[in-house]
Each structure stands twice: as C-alpha cells, then as structure tokens.
C-alpha cells in the first residue's frame, strides 16, 4: 500500500454460490450466549456489591468475545498469533487471511484464505489460469491511486469493480473491495477538501458496495484522531448499507502508517469509536516497500498491544 493508501463483517444474505467460513452460525450464537449471560451475571454482581468501584471505567466498549471480523495480511496473521493472548482472545473470530498470488495460507491456522489483486486485469488472468491455493474463499480488489492499478481502472474504479465481481462470482467467490481514498483527486481533480471528504462526496462507498460482498474502507490515515476516523467510518458505512443492505463493512487499521509514529491506544480508541459502524477491522502491519514506500518501522508489537487491549 503506498502512502496515500493509508488514507485507507453482520454478513449479507448468500447468493447461492457463496460459501461462508466455518463454524459461523454457531460461533455468533455461542458469541450472543456468553453476551447475554456476562451482562446478567454483571447486573447480579452489582447487586450484591455496590459501592466496590470494580468494573470498566465510564465510557468503555466491551466488546463480545468473537464479536470482531479480522482481515489480516499472511504476514501480519503470523506475527499477532505468536502471542498467546492474541491467539487466545481470537479463538471464536472469522478471519480472513490476505494473500499474494502465489502463496500458500499458513499451515495450521483456522482463517478463511483471501488472495489480493490491485488490478481487474490481473485478477482475471490468475483466476484463468487456476492460480488459488486449494480452500480460496474469497478475492480481495484494491484499487488505489499507484503504479499497480492500471489508469482505466483508476479513474473507473466501479466498471472495474463490476468486472471484478462478475470474476469471483463465476467462481463461487466472495468479492471484497477496498478502495483506497487517493481515488478520490484522479476522479475529481482540484478539489481542496481532505480526500476522505472527497471520497465521501463521491459516494464511492455506495457505488462499489452494489457489485461487492464486502467493503473495506481505508480509513487508517485518520486513525490519529478517532474522532474524524469514526464520522468518516459511519458515513462511508451508512452509503454502503444504504446501497447494499446487509453488506460486511470493514475499516482499515495500520501499525505503522505514513507520518507521526502511531501508539496502540490510537489504535484501542478508534476501534472503540467506531465499533458500531462496522463488521470488523483490516489491521495493517505493512513493511516499507514499494507498496508502502513512507511507511514507518514496522510494528507488530502495536497491533499486538491493541488486540489485547479489545480481544
């Protein structure tokens, strides 16, 4: 993801080729069970020891457990499952596993594969030729304003969206999108607003969750600031919802973007404040590289902390 793409699931009723990661239905009613039992038993406690000054502290999110949808790159996957609270407090999660083309899922892990392409075109040539690992759930079309979407795509993000769908589905694929916010200028240029307003103004949201079955909205340029990173997030997930009732919705999350080093409470605090809005969370821990080439140091040791901290 370059630096402008850090300006970056309840599911929708299945088509009929669509296949759903395993053990869903039962893992979200045994998720709303331990729910509904933690709040009775918190209202018992309270009754019978008020005044002890136990318990959250004003304003928290708990979140249920397995409550949480989690796109993570195969890199990022193994690097948070190497804590034993994170592998812990994930147990009950759907998670999807990003991959390149050509790579394997990592072995061991329940985690449902999702290979990535920043181009329409590339995907429809490795899906001709037969190019997913064996268990494939998912494609996942990143279009961003760079080197590895083409121009045509760019500055028709939707048409190529649409070709992109017409892909996954053809094959019993679930198609994620996940546009970047530097789309926003090659569409309309000269704007001075800030991009994501931009893309809000757009509805690019609205617009390719008509042809996706998930939408991941690149949000973690503003994850500084929770509060902007929450109003951009329910906006941009209120226009997809409108378009595509029932749509998995996504926000983005990095360890490391571009600029001010990012602490794992930036990252706890957007998570809570935008908690209602979506589905779930595509957690970032990019290495500097051509994809990211302003990226900061590499931290998995932030997402770590912030996993902890809401798992």
């Given at each position: 993801m370059t630096a402008d793409a850090q300006d970056r699931y309840a599911p929708r009723p299945a088509r009929a080729a669509r296949r759903t990661p395993r053990p869903i239905r039962a893992r979200a009613w045994a998720a709303a069970t331990a729910v509904l039992a933690a709040a009775a038993l918190g209202?018992?406690?309270?009754?019978?020891?008020?005044?002890?000054?136990?318990?959250?502290?004003?304003?928290?999110?708990?979140?249920?457990?397995?409550?949480?949808i989690w796109l993570l790159s195969r890199g990022a996957l193994g690097e948070i499952l190497a804590d034993p609270a994170v592998r812990a407090g994930l147990d009950g999660s759907r998670i999807y596993e990003i991959l390149q083309p050509g790579q394997e899922p990592l072995p061991g892990v329940d985690a449902a594969p999702v290979v990535a392409f920043p181009s329409a075109t590339e995907m429809d040539r490795v899906l001709s030729s037969g190019g997913l690992p064996a268990g494939t759930r998912a494609v996942l079309y990143d279009p961003e304003a760079w080197s590895f979407t083409p121009a045509a795509e760019?500055?028709?993000?939707?048409?190529?969206?649409?070709?992109?769908?017409?892909?996954?589905h053809a094959r019993g694929l679930e198609l994620i999108?996940?546009?970047?916010?530097?789309?926003?200028p090659v569409l309309a240029p000269g704007r001075t607003t800030p991009r994501w307003q931009q893309f809000l103004d757009l509805r690019l949201a609205a617009k390719l969750a008509k042809v996706a079955d998930m939408i991941e909205l690149q949000a973690q340029s503003l994850e500084r600031d929770s509060a902007t990173y929450a109003a951009f997030v329910r906006e941009a997930a209120g226009q997809a919802r409108a378009a595509q009732p029932g749509i998995t919705v996504l926000a983005g999350l990095s360890t490391n973007p571009p600029g001010a080093v990012v602490a794992s409470q930036q990252l706890v605090a957007a998570i809570r404040a935008s908690r209602p809005a979506v589905d779930g969370?595509?957690?970032?821990?990019?290495s500097p590289g051509p994809r990211c080439p302003t990226c900061n140091e590499k931290r998995p040791d932030v997402g770590i902390a912030a996993l902890q901290a809401v798992l």
């Amino acid at each position: 993801m370059t630096a402008d793409a850090q300006d970056r699931y309840a599911p929708r009723p299945a088509r009929a080729a669509r296949r759903t990661p395993r053990p869903i239905r039962a893992r979200a009613w045994a998720a709303a069970t331990a729910v509904l039992a933690a709040a009775a038993l918190g209202v018992l406690a309270g009754c019978m020891s008020q005044g002890s000054g136990a318990g959250s502290s004003p304003g928290a999110i708990t979140l249920p457990r397995g409550g949480i949808i989690w796109l993570l790159s195969r890199g990022a996957l193994g690097e948070i499952l190497a804590d034993p609270a994170v592998r812990a407090g994930l147990d009950g999660s759907r998670i999807y596993e990003i991959l390149q083309p050509g790579q394997e899922p990592l072995p061991g892990v329940d985690a449902a594969p999702v290979v990535a392409f920043p181009s329409a075109t590339e995907m429809d040539r490795v899906l001709s030729s037969g190019g997913l690992p064996a268990g494939t759930r998912a494609v996942l079309y990143d279009p961003e304003a760079w080197s590895f979407t083409p121009a045509a795509e760019q500055r028709d993000p939707v048409q190529a969206a649409t070709r992109a769908a017409g892909l996954a589905h053809a094959r019993g694929l679930e198609l994620i999108v996940a546009p970047a916010l530097n789309l926003a200028p090659v569409l309309a240029p000269g704007r001075t607003t800030p991009r994501w307003q931009q893309f809000l103004d757009l509805r690019l949201a609205a617009k390719l969750a008509k042809v996706a079955d998930m939408i991941e909205l690149q949000a973690q340029s503003l994850e500084r600031d929770s509060a902007t990173y929450a109003a951009f997030v329910r906006e941009a997930a209120g226009q997809a919802r409108a378009a595509q009732p029932g749509i998995t919705v996504l926000a983005g999350l990095s360890t490391n973007p571009p600029g001010a080093v990012v602490a794992s409470q930036q990252l706890v605090a957007a998570i809570r404040a935008s908690r209602p809005a979506v589905d779930g969370y595509w957690l970032n821990i990019p290495s500097p590289g051509p994809r990211c080439p302003t990226c900061n140091e590499k931290r998995p040791d932030v997402g770590i902390a912030a996993l902890q901290a809401v798992l």
